[in-house]
C-alpha cells in the first residue's frame, strides 16, 4: 500500500522499515502481493500481522497454491519468479538535498524484489491469469526489437518467395 | 472428532440420531454442529438423563452432562466445526453461498459421517434451519434410507436433538475460548464475550480490535450485518468480483446497465474502472493482458 495509484489489483507492500533511513535497495522479495481489489489508502500498514498467507501443498497448473484472507474473503494465489533479467522495483520520491547534487532522475530505489505473489478472489492461480499473460510482452518485445541477422533477412526472403 | 474408535455392537441395530447447532448467531467464532445418536431401544433411557435444550442450562451443567455422554457408551457423538473464515468467505463469494445452505450441508455432513463409521441410522431428528418441509425434502432425498423428522424447537422437543445441542454448544464455547488468533498486532486481546452481537462485552472485543485496513481479526464474521456499524471510518476497498455482479451478467437490470454505460453514461463505477489499466484502445494483444502504456508516473 504503498506509492501505488489506486487502481485495481492493488499492490500491498510490507514495508517494516523506515524510508529516511538506508533506503538502499531493501530486499522486499516475498513480500509484494497483487490483490483482486482496490484499496483506498496509501501509507504504512501492519500488513504481517494482518495478512497470513499459508501454502496449501497443493500444486495447480504448476503454480504452488497459497491461501490467505483479506476483509472475510478467501483469496488463492501463488508466487511468481520474475523473468531472468527483470526485477521489481519500489521508488519514491528523492528528497530535495540528494537531488540538487544529482542527475536528472527525481526516482529513488526505495526497494527491489525478485518475485510477486498475486491473489484471486474465488478461483485458482492458472497459467491463465491475466497477471501471468502480462509477461507474454517481454518475448513479444523481444522478438520484436531484437536486431534482425543476415540469416533472419535470408529465411524471411525464401518464405515470400514460397508466397508468391 | 468423535468419540467413537471401534464400534459398539448397538449401531448395528435401529439407530435414532439428533442434530443441532451452536453458534449461528453470533458475529464471531466457529459455528459447530453437533449430533448425538444411540440405538432407537436406548431412548427411553436417554430420556432420563435429563438433556434439556442446551440454551436453559447453566454453563457448568452442560459441561458436566457433555462428559457424562462423553463416558455413557450407549452413546454416540460427533461435531462439524465451521471455521468463521469458512463462514465470511463462502458468504462472501462470486456465487455466494448463504447461511441455510452451510447449516444444511454441515448437518448432511454429519449424516454422512456417522452412517460411513457404519452406524445403522433409522432415524435423524433435526432442529429446522429455513423451512422446515423443504429442508425435510431435501434431507430426505439424499438420504432415502432415513426417516427426517424437522421441526422448529426440536432441541427442547426431542431427547435425542437436547443432547446434540449441549454437544455443539459445549464444543463451541470451548472452541471460542482456545480460539488461536491468527493476528500478530499489538494489544489483542480475548475477551470475546459470548460472540453475540448484542453482547456488551462481545461489543468491546469488536471496537478494540477494528482495523482501518484490514477491518478484523479473521475471528470476525466479516458477512455480519453488524460488522458493518463498525466500519464507518474504514477504508474503502472494492472487489473486482462485486464489479461483475454489479455490472450484471445476470438479470434484467445488469443488461441495462451496460448499455447505458455503452451509451457513454459516466457513473461513479466507470470512473472506478477507468483507473484500472485495461489496456483500452490498444491492440487486442495489450488488451487481453491489460497491459497499458504508461510515459509517466
Known sequence: ??????????????????????????????????LPCTIKFDGPCPVSHYFKPKSTGIEVDGLNLEEAY???????????????????YVLGKKSKASEQCDDSSPWQVKAKFDNIT??????????????????????????????????????????????? | MSSQDSLPKWTSKPCVMGIDEAGRGPVLGPMVYGCLYCASSYLKQLSSLNFADSKTLKEEKREELFEDLKANESIGWAVDVIDPRELSSKMLNKVKINLNEISHD??????????????????????????????????????????????KKADSLYPVVSGASIVAKVTRDRALREWALEETAEN???NFGSGYPGDPTTKCWLEDHKHSVFGFPTLV????????????????????????????????????????????????????????????????FFQARKLEQLSRF
Open chain 2, 106 to 151: 454441515s448437518a448432511m455432513g454429519l449424516v454422512t459421517k456417522v452412517l460411513s463409521m457404519g452406524v445403522l441410522l433409522t432415524e435423524v431428528y433435526v432442529d429446522t434451519v429455513g423451512d422446515p418441509e423443504k429442508y425435510r425434502i431435501k434431507l430426505s432425498e439424499k438420504f432415502p434410507n432415513i426417516k427426517f423428522v424437522v421441526a
Open chain 2, 221 to 284: 464474521r466479516f458477512s455480519w450485518g453488524t460488522c458493518t456499524s463498525y466500519f464507518k471510518d474504514v477504508v474503502e476497498v472494492s472487489w473486482e468480483s462485486d464489479k461483475v455482479d454489479e455490472d450484471g451478467a445476470t438479470g434484467g437490470s445488469g443488461k441495462k446497465q451496460l448499455r447505458l454505460s455503452n451509451v457513454g453514461i459516466t457513473t461513479s463505477k466507470r470512473k472506478s474502472e477507468e483507473i484500472e489499466s485495461s489496456g483500452k484502445g490498444r491492440c487486442k
Open chain 1, 118 to 164: 498475486y491473489w484471486n478472489h474465488d478461483t485458482l492461480p492458472s497459467q491463465d491469469d491475466t497477471f501471468q499473460r502480462t509477461f507474454h510482452w517481454l518475448t513479444v518485445a523481444q522478438a520484436l526489437h531484437k536486431p534482425v541477422t543476415a540469416e533472419d533477412l535470408a529465411s524471411a526472403s525464401t518464405a515470400l518467395k514460397n508466397l508468391s
Open chain 1, 1 to 34: 500500500m504503498n506509492d501505488q495509484n489506486e487502481r485495481k489489483g492493488e499492490v500491498i507492500v510490507d514495508f517494516d522499515f523506515d524510508f529516511g533511513t538506508d533506503p538502499k535497495a531493501l530486499d522486499i522479495s516475498g513480500k509484494v502481493h497483487q
Open chain 2, 188 to 190: 489483542m486481546h480475548r
Open chain 1, 70 to 88: 483479506f476483509r472475510g474473503r478467501k483469496l488463492q494465489g501463488a508466487t511468481i519468479s520474475l523473468p531472468e533479467g527483470y526485477s521489481g
